[in-house]
């Protein structure tokens, strides 16, 4: 069962890993495509959290962000891999990050192509999420092994 349980993490962790490598391979020095692609949602995304809360989210390099996508996809995804709460942690918090940000069906019509799309990947996203949140779950409800204390040896006479 340990074997089949490492190869389902590897496979599961492969989504996150490869993602990170290509997004690191292309960063560049102003974050590449991620980051070009990312700068229109984010400012979608700010507005619309400024104009429903009244908060107004802090601006910044777009290239600072996809660079914690990378990091949280990438190490995240390797602590996984070896059985880590801590890597599942990393990538449930990638995952509420830059899913609604990334995959923002609700800026569309829902007869758009766009929409359909985006909804689709926005769901894929959250059956990632609801499986790393079962990881964690599943990880902390099983008891922790201990070791067992040898009996004293007793001397019969």
């Known amino acids: ?5 490492f190869v389902g993490r590897v496979l599961f962790a492969s989504i996150f ?11 560049g020095v102003d974050g590449g495509p991620a980051a070009k692609a990312l700068k ?18 802090l601006e910044f390099d777009i ?8 990091a949280f996809k990438g190490v995240g995804g390797i602590l996984f ?12 918090l990638h995952q509420l990050i830059f899913t609604p940000i990334l995959y923002d069906f609700y800026n569309y019509d829902t007869e758009k192509q766009e929409f ?4 689709a990947k926005f769901t894929q996203n959250l059956a990632l999420l609801g499986a790393l949140f079962f990881f ?15 009996a004293p040896k007793t001397k019969t006479v």
């Open 1 to 5: 069962m340990g074997f089949v349980s």
């Open 63 to 70: 290239k600072y962000l996809v660079a914690a996508a990378v």
């Open 81 to 92: 891999t070896f059985d880590s709460s801590i890597g599942a942690n990393l990538l449930v």
């Open 17 to 27: 890993l490869l993602s990170a490598w290509q997004e690191f391979n292309e960063f």
């Open 116 to 119: 359909s799309i985006l909804f």
């Open 136 to 150: 964690i779950g599943m990880k902390n409800s099983m008891p922790r092994r201990q070791h067992k204390k040898k």
């Open 40 to 57: 229109p949602k984010f400012n979608v995304f700010s507005k619309a959290v400024t104009s429903h809360t009244g908060v107004r989210v």
